[in-house]
């Protein structure tokens, strides 16, 4: 293990080393077209000097330090998500800037055009890929000149690619804590309950076809399955593999309580308008009770300096972000 860092700070030393080093052997500097790009010089074989070498090669303590970024701070992004980028990261900016104008006591900006039909869950996801416009505008200098819709497409490329990434990455741990010396990585059994059990939910819970089961987790019909409505695999397998598991795992009554309680949470959150769940997603956040979180957001300004003195200075600042937001969207 001495070649495994055990802290961050080990962590940052091995850049630090890796980075000094590197440095010595390739300055950077720009194309014509702001492009970074970098010039090493090397003598070839039986060559008399040495000469320039011009690359877009990017050093490893910065692939690390990218890699730790995302690993620490990404997370996978599903399609239909990416599609709306655009829309997250404006909603997101509309609301920093709200915030900032409310806590120098300015009048808020405008509400953007596009954001007619944007949601609470836009701005959660805006703010969610903000890092990515960091790492963006510190490798590209015009990023913010960039025209909006171009710096949304290059943020959900990076998207895209971090998805390549995070999952090469949870491909990476499994081989090397659980890989065979032969035959790599076993049909993960782990994986296929997950689905079965998922299959399970969605029928028993969500109660949906077998044809919306098998669609949602990618379980392709049959033509004998098309021409009947069905999905015999997810019916006969998935479904009642899953429902077995979950009764193993909870007992008979166990199993019975957590289908009936996730229907009426179900129907609860289906049931609640945008704003308490907005209030929810706060309280999840913040790790703090969901009734408390609604006194921070929208209580009196009694009962908002009465749970603000309980908090401390990390807790405080999150509260105070969260009660700015609700003014913003539901005032």
Not at 65 to 71: K, N
Not at 303 to 328: C, T
């Amino acid at each position: 293990m001495a070649n495994v860092p055990e802290n961050m700070q080990q962590l940052l030393n091995m850049l630090q080393d890796t980075a000094t080093q590197e440095t010595d052997a390739a300055d950077r500097f720009r194309l014509s077209n702001d492009q970074l790009a970098r010039i090493a010089f090397k003598r070839e074989k039986n060559g008399q000097y040495p000469t320039a070498a011009i690359s877009l090669h990017v050093p490893r303590a910065e692939q690390a330090i990218m890699a730790a970024l995302v690993a620490l701070q990404g997370t996978r992004v599903e399609m239909e998500d990416l599609l709306r980028v655009d829309r997250a990261l404006l909603a997101a900016r509309w609301s920093k800037q709200t915030l900032k104008a409310l806590a120098e006591g300015e009048s808020e900006p405008e509400v953007p055009a596009r954001l007619d039909k944007a949601t609470s869950e836009d701005t959660f996801s805006g703010y969610g890929y903000m890092y990515v416009e960091d790492l963006l505008r510190h490798y590209r200098p015009d990023f913010d000149d960039l025209p909006y819709m171009d710096q949304a497409a290059l943020v959900s490329r990076v998207l895209e690619k971090s998805n390549v990434f995070l999952d090469a990455l949870r491909e990476l741990a499994l081989c090397v804590q659980h890989a065979d010396p032969y035959e790599g990585l076993p049909n993960n059994p782990v994986k296929k309950a997950a689905r079965d059990v998922r299959a399970a939910e969605l029928r028993y819970i969500e109660e949906l076809t077998y044809v919306e089961i098998g669609k949602r987790l990618g379980i392709n019909q049959s033509s004998k399955d098309e021409d009947r409505n069905d999905n015999y695999r997810v019916r006969e397998q998935l479904v009642k593999r899953g429902r077995e598991i979950l009764k193993s795992a909870l007992g008979e009554d166990g199993y019975e309580q957590y289908v009936n309680s996730s229907k009426a949470e179900k129907d609860r959150w289906r049931s609640m308008v945008d704003g308490s769940r907005y209030i929810e997603r706060w309280a999840e956040m913040l790790n703090m009770p969901t009734e408390r979180m609604r006194r921070v957001m929208v209580g009196t300004n009694e009962e908002w300096a009465e749970e603000a003195a309980a908090l401390d200075e990390r807790e405080l600042f999150g509260a105070v972000m969260a009660r700015a937001s609700w003014q913003q969207f539901f005032k």
